[in-house]
């Protein structure tokens, strides 16, 4: 009888296979968790015997992976009631220094040569946030081989504590040179101290010293000396190395000159540009809507003017930014800059420096500060003779000891420490003047000593502006301006109305419109009398007096109407719809007054531009197409408008709309590169792709591929930027159908009709030479093995003739076969050049052969090469040329933007 069961067989399938499974298991979790040190050991040990560049190199990327690893450089922290913390090498946005460096770059200035530099900037200006980007890309560098990389090392100067025995400057600077090496050691890695040496007297160091404004004020003689010590000795040992060391401009202002000699470069870090705004908010993680949510705080920021500017700084901006965050997720933010306002001051004057010290932060410590600084301020604005925000030494001794009941040394060495510390004053003239960082902060801290120091403060302020406008003095008339909205904010709720009021009649219309903004209190009778009239002086203006005080007045009130509506909403109240009312009276007469009025908004505001539009029943694209393609420069204005392309409804009207739109999409992208890589990098729309449907496949302009959502972005992959997308599928519809420019655009300096003189990308196809390279390398393969069966010749002429021609054919068989491979490439990045967009090779340097496999296919391009010359592409022509052609680009973004309805 056959027996099934076998109990050996039954034990190791129960018991044995499931463990050895289990072993086989961790074993393969092991190897990959641990399978680049192991690697690393066994290269380390091979190079100790064979090569010493090996082991090097194999500790240097054990020391740059271990520290991109590490979350003290990975992150950046943003302040706030709950700290956020962001990715460094995705929200970093490159800053700009006052210094012109040779290469742009910070960075690369210090890795082409060895140098020593002073990096200064106010509080919250990227100091900190530029060390950490500058650190984790050159360990990006080390970790691949970059030729020019160094050994980075970041030293936060708070925790430098030189040793109490050293005292002159070569003893401490040989501390700090062996602090730096102790650093290096502490590295998990293979004979970290040689590493150190060897870059340290090789190819080099680059020593980033972080705050020394956050060092202890005992403290400080000695770092001093360590520093310039370290600067010295580092100096001798090999001219590549490098040292970044950064402060506080004011802390600057006082020990800038201990370090003239050994740090003579200077770099002053310069305030966000609104485009820089916008790149930073285009990198915050937001968590939903981001498209829509950088657009809407953009836009916040562009109707306060005076707060884009505050937030011109990074710690400011990323802290508006958190707060808007934080208030929508815990039921509301800042909506008005008198609470963001004093959130930052309150940031600024104990809870940074709390944080930076490890101690906690206490209210009475905020109150004192804020009364001695309000006095300040107060003081300052309200005496006429005082230029604002210049404040003098001498009277801020004295209030220190009024509110102190100190002596005047005590008050001096205090408002020393305000200074360092809050890095909200700095000094102007040592002992003599100081100033506020901003004159925003001076009048924002004068208005709450005016609404909260003093009983009936705000009674004074109002006598005082008065007075003011009495004055023969102009200037003076407009010294409270920004004052005012403050101090009415942040009067006691009892006595809001009364100082409306009161100050109503004492200032001009912007003035009582921010005040509304700030306080929203739209139920009073002097909001309707405000409205009313500002809407008839408004309207009352002709267009030919609408100058930038007018566009500046107008944007202000459609800020104040649309604030309004949002408070009607909250409130339960009906809608009146103010603003679209106002702008339909305005516009409805005169259309062409649209022209200037959008070119306006469409840079400050872009939601309102497009609302703007529908309350006066224009259609945009349809009627004024060269005023959004002279827009589409905007980053904010572009994004919304290809949000609207997105959002095209199907209709009996669809594909006419589709073609105006097109129309606008294409002449966009050949007018503006950014433009046409932010449409090439996005999906074409169903409507898009069901009219594509209907052209011919050989009409089509742009290479089969994939979506740009799911394509590859590297050199060797499918990278197809003229491939399916947004930007592709409008060329094709404009060019395929003749569609007709808009009125304005010269068609020979934009590309589109000289576009129709070549052959389209679709009509390329080539798959007999896709195969040649194959074919070629066949044969060669063939040759190579048949050529032993062929009998020799015993004349040594012959055979040497024989062997000659044999490597002439195989060295021109592989130049052709690789410049065949290379043709269709290289022939997709033509086409990709020509309709403005950047192919990857423009920013490489190919040397001889990359001349040899990529000019060749390029110049059998000769239809292309032509019209690229008539184009005038940079990469076809010289710079100068080039610049030529911008200008002419320039110009008529600027004809564009008069009225193209004739």
Known sequence: MFNWFDPATAVISVVVTPIVLF????????????????????????????????????????????????SGSRYLTVPGRTSISLETDSIFVPLSFSKKMGSQDLMEEALEKGLQVRVIGDPGS???????????????????????HKLPIMIELKKFSPLDAAEDEQALGEWAYGELRRTVAAVEGFEMEKLFDVYAFGRGLVVLLDGLD????????????????????????????????????????????????????VAHIQPFTPSGIYRFL??????????????????????????????????????????????????????TRTAFYSNVVEELLVRRRSRQLGVQARSMLREQRETILGRLARDNIADPAQPANSLMWSKAIEVVQDVLQSSTAVAEAEFLRILNETGIVSVERPRESFRFIHLTFCEFLAAREFAQGIAGGWKDLCDLQRDFVKNDRVQLRSRLVEVIPFCVASTHRSERTEALVEFAPLVDSETLGRCFLETQA?????????RKREEKALASAPSSEWDADWLRRLHLFSVVLADEGEWRTLFGRADERHREQFFASLIQSDKNRLNRVFATFARTDASTAFRLAEAVGMDLVEERPGLVIASFDDPVFRSLAIRRFEELPRGPRSEEKLEQWSIVLAHAGMHSAAAAHELADRDPTPLQSKVNGTVAPADRWYFNGKLPSVEERSFFGSRKRLGPSMYSYALTLVIARRLKSPSGASSVVSGIELLTTLTPPGRLKSPLLARIPALLLLFLVFWLILQPIFPKSEDFVLNVLELIVGGVMVVLSMTLMFAVAAYPREREFCYVDLVNLSPPWRSRDHGFYGRIFVTLPRLLLWRVRAVGVELRRSSFVSPESWMVAEEERRKVLQVLLVDDSK
Request: proline letters at 3%; aromatic letters at 10%; glycine letters at 6%.
């Open 23 to 70: 072993l086989a298991r961790r074993l393969v979790r092991f190897l990959k968790e641990h399978a680049s040190a192991v690697l690393d050991a066994i290269f380390f040990a091979l190079g100790r015997v064979f090569r010493t560049a090996l082991m090097r190199r194999v500790s240097l990327r054990r020391y740059c992976r271990t520290l991109l690893g590490k």
């Open 126 to 148: 990227g100091k900190s946030s530029l060390i950490k980007k500058m650190f984790r890309q050159m360990l990006d560098q080390g970790l691949h081989g970059d030729a020019r």
């Open 214 to 265: 956050e060092v202890a004020g005992d403290s400080y003689p000695r770092v001093a000396k360590a520093i310039l010590g370290l600067s010295k000795l580092l100096e001798n040992k090999s001219d590549g190395n490098s040292i970044v060391l950064t402060m506080r401009s004011q802390f600057h202002q006082q020990v800038g000159e201990d370090f003239d000699d050994s740090f003579p470069m």
């Open 282 to 335: 285009s990198r915050w993680p937001f968590d939903d809507k981001h498209e829509a949510n950088v657009a809407r705080i953009y836009g916040e920021l562009a109707d306060r003017p005076t707060l884009r500017e505050m937030c011109s700084n990074p710690l400011v901006l990323a802290m508006y930014v958190a707060s808007d965050v934080e208030g929508r997720h815990a039921g509301g933010a800042p909506d």
């Open 522 to 530: 739209y139920d009073m009778d002097i909001w309707l009398d405000y």
